[in-house]
């Protein structure tokens, strides 16, 4: 601290305080050595300060960038990087253009182009952000085939298998550090394409990424981000090949890797990556939080992607049934920060879950100001990157449906659940972008089994909406017997009881639903608990049965308000008058 105070004082001086052009570079590398030490302390605002002032007494040399270009480089590319963490992005783009400007090889310019694929990302331009990303990889020799088919991938992987194959852990754990520069850029724009990719539903080349991740580290050594490429490669074999215990090997081996590297600067993107198998086999409820511990060890060394960490915390919070005042108030915070950053992106994708949680709790007519909700023109920015982006739609549209169910809005989850269904798979299956599939499948089977059941009088419209509830109910199925029976059983329960309902076979229903009331409990979903406990009540008045409802409509009553949905619950009480 020192250091800090001593620069600090000496920049109240300013460059005109120098005596001659030697005093100003000594005073310029104290700024860019006081800087580093700020931003080890994560505090980017007083790094860029240093870094700026630093810049200026390079300034008083016209010719700064040839007589001390090292020393202009290194300044101006941590100043930029400090900026873009301070959403001060008209300082990063001037930043950047000097860079650019004035960079003497390829390489050099690496930073500079990095930081403007995040600003493009942020404002939304995904495509614009893609396309520097692939031109970029293309002048490295690194460029992805253009033409993606199942022969390609399979290729690749069994090349990666064959070469992982002959090595164990510990051969992998003990190979040196990657040195070559331009191997080093080429992962970290292959992590950066990685995450993109699925927003604008690019998702064919995907599985190549974490391949030529894994075969780069394997020829040239091990660089920060490689555990990022066997964190994807362990999801991929896990999620898509459904090879859980292979996969759920290499997750644990990524992060074994990450503290075996010097650098921790990426060990909030490893950890994000690895959590995604893990949220799968392990119980939920206890690795969601590993989400937030990648937040705080992205904020930690600066990763501007850190708020994606954050997003996905809330949502898992949120779909997996955490207290919702606690999931509010932490959206909130992420909201605020979104929009801090200037980042777009988060904002959008996160509002649609943040709305419904308020209106579950019963504050959606509450002053707009209260939720951080958009002005004018964030919402027209909402609106913008909502018709953008296929993979934002398609989770705009599960939302509804998914708050059509809970608060039995039929028409409403019809008009939904068409457009849901209408737009496909989107996303990639091995990577969290919007909210997880498996959510996904149960609401929307749910939804399915409801329309069905309603619409019987037209067959032909009713078998097909029943069939997509199968669709949904059979890989939910599949998770349960491959991946964990902890996170899964209580929603394959929920799904069949649906389905033995629509089939009429009432009998097979009652044991179905009282398993997934059961199951949800003993697990720890206790959104789904409620859920399952009013659909049962459901069931019974619509077969007769109302004497028998009112216990699960009462059970639902009391652990919606449990979950802190308030407005939900009260809904319920016409179920219940005259117990």
Same mark, same amino acid.
């Given at each position: 601290?020192l250091?800090?105070?001593?620069?600090?004082? @000496?920049?109240?001086?300013?460059?005109?305080?120098v005596?001659?052009?030697?005093?100003a570079?000594?005073?310029?590398?104290?700024?860019?050595?006081?800087?580093?030490?700020?931003?080890?302390?994560?505090?980017?605002?007083?790094?860029?300060?240093?870094?700026?002032?630093?810049?200026?007494?390079?300034?008083?040399?016209?010719?700064?960038?040839?007589?001390?270009? %090292?020393?202009?480089?290194?300044?101006?590319?941590?100043?930029?990087?400090?900026?873009?963490?301070?959403?001060?992005?008209?300082?990063?783009?001037?930043?950047?253009?000097? @860079?650019?400007?004035?960079?003497?090889?390829?390489?050099?310019?690496?930073?500079?182009?990095?930081?403007?694929?995040t600003l493009l990302?942020?404002?939304?331009?995904?495509?614009?952000?893609?396309?520097?990303?692939?031109?970029?990889?293309?002048?490295?020799?690194?460029?992805?085939?253009?033409?993606?088919?199942?022969?390609?991938?399979?290729?690749?992987? %069994?090349?990666?298998?064959?070469?992982?194959?002959?090595?164990?852990?510990?051969?992998?754990?003990?190979?040196?550090?990657?040195?070559?520069?331009?191997?080093?850029?080429?992962?970290?724009?292959?992590?950066?394409?990685?995450?993109?990719?699925?927003?604008?539903?690019?998702?064919?080349?995907?599985?190549?990424?974490?391949?030529?991740?894994?075969?780069?580290?394997?020829?040239y050594?091990?660089?920060?981000?490689?555990?990022?490429g066997f964190?994807?490669?362990?999801?991929?074999?896990?999620?898509?090949?459904?090879?859980?215990?292979?996969?759920?090997?290499?997750?644990?081996?990524?992060?074994?890797?990450?503290?075996?590297?010097?650098?921790?600067?990426?060990?909030g993107?490893?950890?994000?990556?690895?959590?995604?198998?893990?949220?799968?086999?392990?119980?939920?409820?206890?690795?969601?939080?590993?989400?937030l511990?990648?937040?705080?060890?992205?904020?930690?060394?600066?990763?501007?992607?850190a708020?994606?960490?954050?997003?996905?915390?809330?949502?898992?919070?949120?779909?997996?049934?955490?207290?919702l005042?606690?999931v509010?108030s932490?959206?909130?915070?992420?909201?605020?920060e979104?929009?801090?950053?200037?980042?777009?992106?988060?904002?959008?994708?996160?509002l649609?879950?943040?709305?419904?949680?308020?209106?579950?709790?019963?504050?959606?007519g509450?002053?707009?100001?209260?939720?951080?909700?958009?002005?004018? %023109?964030?919402?027209?920015?909402?609106?913008?990157?909502?018709?953008?982006?296929?993979?934002?739609?398609?989770?705009v549209?599960?939302?509804?449906?998914?708050?059509?169910?809970?608060?039995?809005?039929?028409?409403?989850?019809?008009?939904?659940?068409?457009?849901?269904?209408?737009?496909?798979?989107?996303?990639?299956?091995?990577?969290?972008?919007?909210?997880?599939?498996?959510?996904?499948?149960?609401?929307?089977?749910?939804?399915s089994?409801?329309?069905?059941?309603?619409?019987?009088d037209?067959?032909?419209?009713?078998?097909?909406?029943l069939?997509?509830?199968?669709?949904?109910?059979?890989? @939910?199925?599949?998770?349960?017997?491959?991946?964990?029976?902890?996170?899964?059983?209580?929603?394959?329960?929920?799904?069949?009881?649906?389905?033995?309902?629509?089939?009429?076979?009432?009998e097979?229903?009652?044991?179905?639903?009282?398993a997934?009331?059961?199951?949800?409990?003993?697990?720890?979903?206790l959104?789904?608990?409620?859920?399952?406990?009013?659909?049962?009540?459901?069931?019974y008045?619509?077969?007769?049965?109302?004497?028998?409802?009112?216990?699960?409509?009462?059970?639902?009553?009391?652990?919606?308000?449990?979950?802190?949905?308030?407005?939900?619950?009260?809904?319920?009480?016409?179920?219940?008058?005259?117990?």
């Amino acid at each position: 601290r020192l250091l800090l105070t001593a620069v600090t004082q @000496i920049n109240h001086g300013g460059p005109q305080a120098v005596i001659d052009d030697e005093q100003a570079v000594v005073v310029a590398n104290l700024n860019l050595d006081a800087g580093k030490k700020a931003m080890n302390m994560s505090d980017f605002f007083a790094a860029h300060s240093f870094f700026d002032h630093g810049i200026s007494y390079l300034r008083l040399r016209r010719e700064h960038w040839n007589e001390h270009y %090292d020393l202009s480089l290194e300044l101006f590319n941590l100043a930029a990087k400090c900026a873009l963490l301070n959403a001060e992005h008209e300082s990063v783009q001037a930043l950047i253009d000097q @860079i650019m400007h004035n960079a003497k090889c390829f390489e050099d310019k690496s930073q500079a182009i990095s930081n403007t694929i995040t600003l493009l990302t942020w404002s939304g331009n995904v495509l614009g952000a893609i396309e520097l990303v692939k031109s970029t990889l293309s002048s490295l020799g690194e460029g992805l085939p253009t033409k993606i088919t199942s022969s390609v991938i399979k290729q690749n992987l %069994d090349n990666t298998k064959a070469q992982l194959a002959s090595l164990s852990d510990d051969t992998l754990l003990s190979y040196p550090a990657m040195v070559n520069p331009s191997k080093i850029l080429a992962l970290e724009l292959f992590t950066t394409h990685f995450q993109i990719l699925p927003l604008v539903h690019q998702t064919a080349v995907m599985p190549l990424i974490p391949l030529k991740i894994i075969q780069i580290s394997l020829a040239y050594g091990m660089s920060p981000r490689a555990p990022i490429g066997f964190a994807q490669y362990g999801n991929f074999l896990a999620l898509v090949r459904d090879e859980f215990e292979e996969g759920y090997r290499y997750v644990k081996f990524a992060l074994s890797l990450m503290k075996k590297i010097p650098s921790r600067a990426y060990a909030g993107s490893v950890m994000f990556h690895a959590n995604y198998t893990k949220v799968h086999v392990e119980p939920m409820q206890s690795v969601i939080e590993c989400y937030l511990d990648a937040y705080l060890a992205s904020m930690k060394s600066g990763n501007p992607y850190a708020i994606g960490c954050s997003y996905v915390y809330n949502t898992f919070c949120f779909w997996s049934g955490k207290e919702l005042k606690a999931v509010v108030s932490s959206m909130k915070e992420t909201l605020m920060e979104s929009k801090y950053q200037k980042n777009l992106l988060v904002r959008a994708l996160m509002l649609p879950t943040f709305r419904m949680a308020l209106r579950l709790m019963g504050q959606s007519g509450a002053p707009q100001q209260d939720h951080d909700i958009n002005t004018s %023109d964030e919402a027209r920015n909402e609106d913008d990157i909502t018709g953008k982006h296929v993979l934002h739609l398609r989770a705009v549209f599960f939302v509804r449906l998914s708050q059509a169910l809970i608060f039995r809005e039929l028409d409403e989850a019809r008009d939904a659940a068409k457009e849901y269904f209408s737009i496909g798979e989107v996303g990639c299956k091995f990577a969290v972008t919007t909210i997880p599939s498996f959510f996904m499948k149960l609401y929307s089977g749910l939804v399915s089994f409801w329309i069905g059941r309603e619409i019987n009088d037209k067959k032909k419209e009713s078998m097909k909406w029943l069939a997509r509830g199968v669709a949904c109910k059979d890989e @939910i199925e599949k998770l349960a017997a491959s991946a964990s029976k902890w996170n899964f059983q209580n929603k394959v329960y929920l799904l069949q009881a649906e389905e033995q309902f629509c089939r009429m076979n009432f009998e097979e229903a009652e044991k179905l639903y009282d398993a997934a009331i059961l199951t949800s409990k003993a697990h720890k979903f206790l959104n789904e608990e409620a859920l399952a406990n009013e659909l049962a009540g459901h069931f019974y008045l619509e077969t007769g049965r109302r004497d028998r409802s009112v216990h699960y409509f009462s059970q639902a009553f009391e652990k919606y308000n449990e979950w802190g949905a308030a407005a939900k619950a009260n809904m319920l009480t016409k179920y219940l008058d005259g117990r």
